[in-house]
């Protein structure tokens, strides 16, 4: 979940990077202070297995009359060098919201440098047809498969095991790691507490958090989540329970650790 910066998606070891353009077959619309900076059907999507994909406009989409400044050169975190401008609607004012690649090497990439990107934090809404979209842009790629499995799942923390299950669902999401999701009714629920910490995730929705209180000893923050209204796509995971591996001792799957 990324701001300004691009955040790396986990890879398996010596797996080559991959980086192409999509088409997108959706209109995709982007908002700031009220104006909508762009809507096109014609969007390229920019992904990687090494990075959050980026959605890019054909430049005659954008509102380019609310650009403030005239452009400004960088290096942009990928790699490129890029051409920036600041959004500016009534008072408000988004500085480098907007950037579009200059001299890319590659010829596969060279389509973009004919698009203009936002930097997703630096406009208010994204939206994918009517629905708003958050966090990052979609990857077409991106599979998040929601499965239930007899397997034997433990989580240990602070020495003591806090969830047995045989009735987990398994959440397997593209370049991420698996997720073991437990019902309540398998964990030392009081052993957790509610948390203040939400978060979103443009495949599953806003997830609440949870701590660990033990009866003696350190409480830890945010040891693990759950979605008590995940998005109409994932209802499996709906109110069930996963732990961070590194938040506890150890994750258990048919006896054997897993990271």
């Keep these: ?19 192409n353009v999509l088409h997108s077959p959706k209109r995709i619309r982007v908002k700031f202070a009220g104006e909508t900076v762009v809507d096109s059907r014609e969007v390229l999507i920019l992904r990687s297995n ?21 452009p400004t050169d960088s290096k942009h975190e990928l790699g490129f060098q890029a051409s920036n401008w600041g959004l500016k609607v009534g008072d408000r004012s988004s500085p480098e919201a907007a950037w579009t690649p200059v001299g890319v090497d590659d ?10 990107a936002f930097r997703w934090k630096s406009v208010d809404q994204w939206f994918e047809e009517d629905e708003e979209i958050f966090v990052h842009a979609r990857d077409p790629y991106a599979r998040v498969d929601t499965i239930s499995s007899s397997s034997h799942v433990q989580v240990k923390l602070n020495g003591e095991v806090i969830a047995d299950t045989r009735n987990a669902v398994f959440l397997f999401e593209t370049h991420l790691p698996t997720r ?9 629920m009081d052993r ?9 995730c443009p495949y599953k929705g806003i997830a609440s958090y949870w701590s660990y209180s033990p009866a003696i000893g350190e409480d830890r923050n945010d040891v693990a989540w759950s979605y ?12 069930l329970i996963a732990f961070y591996p590194q938040a506890v001792d150890e994750i258990l799957v048919d006896g054997k650790p897993v990271s």
């Design 1 to 19: 979940m990324s701001s300004g910066a691009i955040k790396l998606q986990p890879r398996e070891p010596n797996t080559p990077v991959l980086t």
């Design 50 to 70: 090494e990075f959050l994909p980026i959605y890019f406009f054909p430049k005659s989409s954008v509102r380019t009359d609310l650009f403030d400044t005239e």
């Design 107 to 116: 010829p596969a990439l060279q389509i973009l440098e004919d698009h203009i």
């Design 180 to 188: 073991y999701y437990i019902p309540p009714s398998d964990i030392r």
């Design 192 to 200: 957790l507490t509610v948390s203040s910490s939400a978060s979103r």
């Design 228 to 239: 008590e209204a995940p998005l109409p796509e994932i209802p499996k995971i709906k109110g």
